[in-house]
């Protein structure tokens, strides 16, 4: 097959439903299908992607021209559980920058793994700065202080999940790209992208 269309492929799951989508480069859609449950389906919601993907992965890529290499997975079930912590630096007068930023977030991202055996971060943010005891919502820049706080958020999923995930797409010869929460990325996305994760 040939690359005759950019695309990206969208899987959303829940316990209700399935919903595959391809977007094109200027963000139409493709095609989309989607699957409800007759109930809460959480034990049977591999073998039903499995089907799905069976169902409709060859159609796409017959839409498309093109194989399905990679896709995008949205989860929005009981798996995803939010991490908070705060963590500290003494800068000692120095500016703070993003270099000091980033050895922070690597230091949090660190202590939250070795914590938090067999799950994975798939979100991490930044609720607060914090420069000489005073609160910032953004990162300001050029200011010198003596200590430099962040209070973070983690958003994390099962180590196992993620590998059941890989292991269903692996049978169709393809990657998991990313995986997102359905309820942190909705927030920052518009009408039509929101038809991902419309509500029953």
Not at 104 to 110: P, R
Not at 131 to 147: A, M, Q, R, T, V
Request: overall charge positive.
């Amino acid at each position: 097959m040939s690359n005759k269309i950019n695309f990206e492929i969208y899987l959303f799951i829940s316990s209700k439903k399935l919903i595959m989508s391809a977007f094109s480069s200027t963000n139409e859609i493709i095609y989309e299908k989607e699957l409800l449950f007759e109930q809460d389906s959480k034990k049977l919601i591999f073998e039903k992607l499995d089907f799905f993907l069976n169902d409709n992965i060859f159609k796409i890529e017959k839409i498309l021209k093109n194989f399905v290499k990679n896709i995008f997975i949205i989860l929005d079930f009981g798996e995803i559980f939010p991490v908070e912590l705060s963590i500290k630096r003494n800068s000692h007068k120095n500016i703070v920058n993003l270099k000091n930023l980033n050895y922070l977030l690597y230091e949090a991202k660190d202590c939250c793994k070795k914590t938090l055996n067999e799950k994975k971060i798939i979100h991490m943010l930044i609720n607060n700065y914090q420069i000489d005891n005073k609160n910032y919502s953004f990162l300001p820049e050029g200011i010198n202080g003596n200590s430099f706080s962040l209070d973070i958020k983690f958003i994390c999923i099962s180590e196992r999940l993620v590998k059941d995930l890989e292991m269903i797409l692996k049978k169709y010869q393809i990657s998991l790209s990313q995986v997102v929460s359905a309820r942190y990325i909705e927030k920052f996305l518009d009408d039509k992208e929101k038809n991902l994760n419309r509500k029953d």
